[in-house]
């Protein structure tokens, strides 16, 4: 009897502990969503969690083919950690938040085991082990140096292609390459002088030390300022997203209304070949009339078009909503109509006023063999906490880093309140 | 419970405005500032400043800084008339960083920077003294030379 009533407590033991080690040994699902979805609204048949909330200003993420996440600090936290290693268990929720470089800033991307990650100024990378661990978090090779940061527009993006290079965003430090920068009035520099080294696309090996501007090619001009950047595998093309110009109404009151100062100028998606000029700062896009207009500060007047050989962008989203990031999804968690297109992480804008804010949420553009196809979605939405707090542009959360997880999962890392979502996909 | 966090509440506002009795009021502090220099410093912060620091006065988070309590627009009163005749960049303010450019707003007169900077000293859960065109006047000779 009593060795029955033993066997019978045995056999759910074992089970468990069969169960626990199929669990880590084989594919399993997603993590369950939190039941309010980590406060997001998504389509159905999304969930979302919340895998870790920092407190920190967590700006780009990556998460590694073993499942490691990485995420980069604007400026160093408490401890003077500038990127934090997060591991999750196998609810999806944290378990281990460590911190290594003592710089703040924005890029991070990995590829082909390593990590790469920026400052305001300078590129590193860290090897990464067979577990997903950098291996060298106090000895980072110094890739690339010397980029000019003169705070305005200050991040560095970065991205790699499948042939060795490294692109990185060089912002220009200015809002339209006036005499005076954003002073009423005050007209566009001649042969806008800012190019030469900002205001667009660097290209660099990504395995040479100390490389410098001299070192590299300026691969696309024209582009203002771009913080979010991913390569496409299906076109092998870099594509970013730029923000759009500020200030159309303070600037020339004459010209423009505070309404089509929030409206007009378009959050534009490039696809860029070498050598490509996007046209910043002669002109910019008018979302509404899908056309490029000549810039005020160059002899615009709201209806001129634009003149100069500049490329006409992939896609155009509405004005001052900040795309920090942009990833192409290449899993397969999500259901087909997802696989291969954009998603696109909006901080939410400032430039709006007097009129309400908007952004504050991720946004999915559909592609068809590497060129954007169909209009875009708002797919996770209300990072704000509440439409009030959009349209007053104090939202809990500004979406500003994305990643894709081994197993399709989407990131998206916000630099308000620091919290890291996980967005799945559980519907069969 | 209830009832005794508003008597509670009572009492320390009684012992506040007790004390704000016995205490005598600094006598720059003593005026209020005139209901007509506020609203017009109100016209002036809407069309010339709101695009930026918003209507609440909140700014922007890393790009351009609350007029909220901060030691700017409380404190001196030159810095901050200098601030709205040169404009501000790369300066941190209360230990953050605010990375835009605020460009010089020396074409409004004495007149509307004083009112403007009345109105945002006095607004926004701000009290601080208000400024005089004659004042604005007196920095802007000073800070030609």
Known sequence: MKNNLLRLLLVPTALVGSLSLYALTSKVGPPAPDADNAGLKLPAGFGALKVVETGARTRHVVVTPQGVIYAKLNRPDKSGKGILMIRPGADGKTQTTTGFGSYGGTGLYAKDGYLYASSDEEVFRYKLDAKGEVTNPEKPEKIITGLINRRQHESKSVVLDNSGNIYVNVGAYSNSCQVKDRQKGSLGQPNCPILDSAGGIWQFRADKLNQTYGDGTRYATGLRNVVGLDWNQQANQLFVMQHGRDQLHDIFPELYDTKQSAQVPAECLYALKKGDNAGWPYMYYDGQQHKKMMAPEYGGDGKKEATGNFIEPAAAFPAHMAPNALLFYTGTMFPERYRNGAFIAFHGSWNRAPEPQAGYYVVFQPFKNGKPSGESEVFADNFAGSPEKAATGRADHKPCGLAQGPDGSLYVSDDKAGTVYRIVYAKK | ?145
């Open chain 2, 1 to 145: 419970m209830k009832k005794l966090l508003v008597a509670l509440a009572g009492l320390l506002l009684c012992g506040a405005s007790a004390s704000a009795q016995k205490k005598p009021a600094p006598k720059a502090k003593a005026a209020a500032p005139a209901a007509a220099l506020i609203a017009q410093g109100k016209t002036v912060y809407t069309e010339t400043c709101l695009s930026c620091h918003q209507a609440d006065g909140g700014g922007v988070d890393g790009l351009n800084p609350p007029l909220i309590k901060t030691s700017y627009v409380l404190g001196d009163k030159t810095r901050i008339v200098k601030v709205v005749l040169n404009g501000l960049q790369g300066v941190d303010i209360d230990g953050e960083e605010y990375n835009n450019a605020m460009p010089s707003y020396d074409f409004l007169t004495d007149q509307q920077i004083a009112a403007v900077l009345t109105y945002v000293r006095n607004s926004f859960g701000n009290k601080a003294t208000s400024i005089s065109a004659a004042e604005v006047k007196a920095i802007r000779a000073a800070n030609k030379k």
